[in-house]
């Protein structure tokens, strides 16, 4: 018997839980998702953490703490993968633009800026905010600039 699923319902209801688990361990969840691919169901959670590295037992202890009330929770048999979002990732959210502030990114822009002929800047976050966008700061000629969020195609971690 097919079960229809709204995954959105889901996310809603599991969310809450994951974010207070994680926050638990010293975590902040930057991204869940629950897909279907190849007609089975995964649930993903990112853990970034700005004191520390992301280990595989941290993933672990999360994974544990979380199975049981889960399954409970999602109606259909699902794969939890548990996972640090890696060093280089593009950013999915307007939100990881305030969790990375500070820190150091590759930024690519729709459209040029006044006078500049470059689409794709290095640089740090000074601040971000929803309506006037990402205040930047440019390493190779020390500006420091206000993006509209209009004009950011994506960004990403940035390690040297």
């Known amino acids: ?3 229809d699923i709204n995954r959105h319902e889901i996310l ?4 809450p839980l994951i974010e207070n688990t994680a926050m638990r ?3 902040i969840p930057i991204e869940i998702e629950f897909i279907k691919e190849n007609h089975r169901w995964f649930l993903r959670i990112y853990l970034y953490s700005r004191e520390k590295d992301v280990t595989l037992d941290d993933c672990e ?8 009330f889960l399954d409970e929770l999602i109606p259909v048999k699902y794969y939890l993968e548990v996972s640090s979002p890696g060093l280089e990732r593009k950013f999915k959210s307007d939100k990881e633009f305030v969790i990375f502030k ?4 590759s930024l690519k822009l729709k459209e040029s800026l006044e006078g500049e002929s470059e689409k794709i800047f290095k640089g740090e976050i000074l601040d971000f905010d929803e309506k006037e966008g990402l205040s930047f700061f440019r390493f190779d000629d020390g500006a420091e600039l206000l ?3 209009s ?10």
Do not use: C, H, W
């Open 147 to 149: 993006i509209p969020k």
């Open 102 to 105: 500070g820190r150091r990114i």
């Open 61 to 68: 202890k999360v994974t544990r703490s979380l199975e049981d």
């Open 25 to 27: 361990f010293g975590y």
């Open 1 to 3: 018997m097919k079960q």
């Open 12 to 15: 809603e209801k599991i969310t």
């Open 151 to 160: 004009n950011i195609q994506s960004a990403k971690l940035y390690i040297d």
